[in-house]
């Protein structure tokens, strides 16, 4: 009987089943194949990418990152390295698949295995140096005892290699981030454990000095205001910042994560600064059949990040309330407030805190910002009290704005009241909280007719980045004569927003740093349990 096919037929026919298979789906294999093992990213230990004292997510390349790995269904593993040096080394040996949260450009030995993704943001350089309170030995003393007072082991652990930032970023988004598998939890980083081998040698110093301070008078507190009492190696700076160089007292940095830290390390201040322009960039290993598709996924997510604004909205987020120049004045002024002033108030914010789920610090900052916690404060305008509250929002709340207690009480009651209010205009968290804000400030009405001449501009009218240009525009007839709320200082309100932005990002790294001026607030935190600022 004689067979259909022929050994030689049957196997050529097999062959040609298993390639048209594979031609319908080898893409849809390859893709899945090529997400099974998690992506291998390198970061450097600035606060650009992990947002260690911000209280507003996980910084702009940290939320590049996580929206890429829910874009495109990846999981990452984080490895976090001390140079740039370092970084390159791991990708050119295929160590890792992915640099995010550097500048420059890929070396030349390094060419042909590397690409360059396209640049997003630019920085320059910048010497600074330690400016330590050598010759007030008064204030050295002062210094000494506060630092000796601390949680013990509370600013080493803060540090730590990896386990902070992925703790807080698997926090964030659990489906998206992953640490590294071969990565074991540690205490205190290789550097922390050096320094942290000296604290033991100087215990019976600081000791004796802390007895000495301690009949210290509060005029001498009042030195504090603009220092911070830092080491420049106590607070582990290095794992801060990405330095380039570490001698003698000075260090070299990007002035954007030098911005970022430097109001809670007054004492370091700016030597010399570049006028040579970087570009920062995300950089990739070159790999062929499963690993390309990792790259054309970034491909793509970056022609549609730049095509939808994305990284312009981040920065906005993250670095538009910064002023532009520090003012030590404010800053000595908001951590002698938080010191001296707020305590009496704390049992009140923890109820109100509680009761509006209302995160106590930038219920803080909106206190500062209305009256330094000064409950005589009188506006021009007639609002008064704590919270600055006019008398007919006093009424329609039932309280004596007079009352510190009151005005806490009722203040937070009004900041949820609108907050509820912005509900049906579909806005991210961060954009209705500073909707939110603006409208404590101008009132709901005058916010709703920014949004409608923002859309009118042809805008979203969802985004503080555009409301915050069109607000100014309510106090200009041509523009408030066809609202219906009319006249609106709208330039005061993007004003009192912003600085309650910075107020609540200093604050935040304040505890988040367990400084003196936080304490009380890092307890109050601490007492409340998980408060996310939107819910």
Known sequence: MRRFFT????????????????LMLGTDIIAYLHRLPPVRVVVPNVSQFSSLVSPYGLGVDGELLSAFAKEKGYTISILRVKTTEEAWDLVAHDEADLLVGFGGHVPKEYA???????????????????????????????????????????DEEIYSENDTFISSVVDALPQAI??????????????????????????DTTDSVAKTVATNTSS????????????????????????????????QIDVRNFTLLQPFFLDVVPRAQTTHKEYYRWFW??????????????????????ANGTVTALKEKHYGFFPADL?????????????????????TMEKASKKTKIDPLLLAAVIFQESHFNNNARSRTGVRGLMQITQNTAKELGINRLDPHQSITGGARYLRKLWDRFEEYDLAEWDRWFFTLAAYNQGFGHITDAIKLSQKRGGTGKTWMELKE??????????YSQTRYGYCRGYEAVTYV??????????????ALSRPEGENLGKLRSSIGTITSGV
Not at 12 to 20: D, E, R, T, Y
Not at 178 to 203: F, N, Q, V
Not at 470 to 479: D, E, M, N, S, T
Request: net charge negative.
């Open 220 to 251: 001498a507190e009042e030195a504090l205001e603009n220092v911070d009492c830092v080491d420049f190696d106590r607070f582990h700076m290095y794992h801060l910042m990405s330095f380039d160089d570490d001698k003698n007292g000075t260090a």
């Open 112 to 154: 042909s295995q590397i690409t360059a993704g396209p640049a997003y943001d630019d920085y320059q350089s910048i010497t600074i140096r330690d400016t330590k309170q050598a010759d007030n030995k008064e204030l050295q003393a002062l210094c000494t005892s506060l630092l000796a007072a601390m949680p013990e082991g509370v």
């Open 327 to 347: 003012n030590y004045y404010v800053i000595g002024k908001l951590k002698k407030a938080l010191r001296k002033k707020l305590p009496k108030y704390v049992k």
């Open 7 to 22: 050994s030689r037929e049957a196997v050529f026919l097999l062959v040609l089943i298993v390639a048209q298979v594979a």
């Open 498 to 511: 912003e600085n309650i932005r910075y107020y609540y990002y200093l604050i935040n790294g304040l505890v």
């Open 470 to 479: 069109v607000l100014p525009l309510l106090a200009w007839k041509r523009h």
């Open 285 to 306: 290993r070159n790999k062929f059949f499963a690993g390309a598709g990792l790259q054309k996924d970034l491909e793509e997510f970056w022609k549609s990040a730049e």
């Open 178 to 203: 992953s640490p590294r598998e071969d990565s074991e939890p540690s205490s205190h980083t290789p550097y922390a454990k050096e320094k942290l081998g000296d604290e033991a040698i100087h215990k």
